[in-house]
Every structure is written in structure tokens, then in C-alpha cells.
């Protein structure tokens, strides 16, 4: 197989509107009710206080919160994008923390799975990136999920991706990354897969 850091899954179907208006109002949860309505696999609380160093000058990351989708939701999703997921969300990664702006998400690897399946919702912004990063004297494909990097000076950019809106892209979530020049609140439907990426759907069925 070969490895990547992003693919684009455009022969994937767009979200039918009833389930992007249910994702809206998940992604609306007030601010004060985001905690207790997470999933298990929100808020790390091993990432939610780290603080990023970026040519000398520090910054505190951004926060990604999800939120899970019902279960007719996430049974389309196994019948149109990938036939079998550890979780279907909604995730918001929140462009404030405690008032303070927040622009960038730290480069990480997924604790919980190895590929995501996105579907933007809100891009966070025109010039919103998804960036893909390799640590020195480390593999780019990594085996240590939920690991974080915040000296930027051990990183090396070696991709990024401007996700469009309303476009199923497949991202290797064991590659480090981060995203950044976060203005609002970005939001996305979140397919996350565990081991390999052959359940993703590799061919539309007819739809009317
Ligand atoms: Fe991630």
C-alpha cells in the first residue's frame, strides 16, 4: 500500500443536508456544555495545556473537541464512506482558550485512530491549513499515537493541505500534524479508522 499524508476521497458522496443541519447544531453546543457532552476520545488532557515554542516565541495550542453523531448518521457513513470506524464525529477546534486566540492546533499524532476521514463544515478560515510535519531522527509514519511536539525547532514541514469545504479527504493521522492560521472555530465531520484505510468506500453506489 502506498503511505500518504492526505488523499483526496472525491468519488465519495457530500453529506445529504439533514445530517449537516444535526452536525450544525452539535458544533453550536455552547461553549459551558462542551465538556460534559464530548466524546471519550475529546480533550486529551494530556494536550488540552500544552504550550507550543515557534521560532522562539510561545503560544498555547489550539483545543479540538467532538462531538458524536446519531446513530442514523453514522449508519449512512458505514454505508456510503467507510464500512467500519472507531467514531463518527463532529469536531470544533476552538480558535480561542480562556479569551486567548488560539491560531494554531500543535503538531500531534490521533491517540484514538490512525486515519480520519474529513468533511469541512467551516475551513476556520481563508488561509487555514492542515500542515504535516516530520521529527528529526524520527520516522514521518509514526507508531506512537497521541504523541505531541512542541518545539518546533525538532519539526520539518514536509506537506500541507487547505481542505475545501464539503469535500471528503483521507488524512494518516500517525504523521505528525497540526493546523494553522485558525481565524474562527473550525468545523468538520470526523471518520476516524484504526489500523488500515480499506474500509473507506471505493465506489459510489447510484444516488438519486
Ligand atoms: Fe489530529
Not at 79 to 89: G, L, M, W
Request: charged letters at 20%; proline letters at 3%.
Amino acid at each position: 500500500m502506498n503511505r500518504y499524508t492526505h488523499k483526496i476521497l472525491d468519488h465519495l458522496p457530500s453529506v445529504p443536508e439533514h445530517f449537516l443541519h444535526e452536525a450544525q447544531i452539535l458544533a453550536q453546543t455552547q461553549p459551558e456544555d462542551r465538556q460534559k457532552n464530548t466524546t471519550l476520545n475529546s480533550y486529551n488532557p494530556t494536550f488540552k495545556t500544552r504550550v507550543l515554542t515557534i521560532n522562539g516565541q510561545q503560544t498555547p495550542t489550539a483545543r479540538a473537541k467532538r462531538f458524536i453523531v446519531s446513530k442514523d448518521f453514522q449508519e449512512w457513513i458505514q454505508n456510503n464512506i467507510a464500512a467500519d470506524f472507531v467514531e463518527a464525529s463532529v469536531s470544533i477546534t476552538e480558535s480561542q482558550r480562556d479569551g486567548v486566540a488560539t491560531a494554531i492546533h500543535g503538531a500531534h499524532t490521533d491517540w484514538s485512530r490512525t486515519f480520519v476521514l474529513m468533511y469541512v463544515m467551516d475551513t476556520g478560515g481563508a488561509q487555514c491549513e492542515t500542515v504535516f510535519y516530520q521529527e528529526h531522527d524520527q520516522p514521518i509514519w509514526r507508531t506512537d499515537l497521541g504523541c505531541f511536539v512542541t518545539d518546533y525547532s525538532r519539526l520539518t514541514e514536509i506537506d500541507s493541505v487547505t481542505i475545501p469545504l464539503a469535500t471528503w479527504y483521507s488524512i494518516d493521522s500517525t504523521v505528525l500534524h497540526g493546523v494553522r492560521n485558525i481565524e474562527r472555530d473550525r468545523v468538520a465531520i470526523h471518520v476516524g479508522l484504526q489500523g488500515s484505510d480499506q474500509s473507506i468506500i471505493k465506489s459510489t453506489v447510484s444516488h438519486v
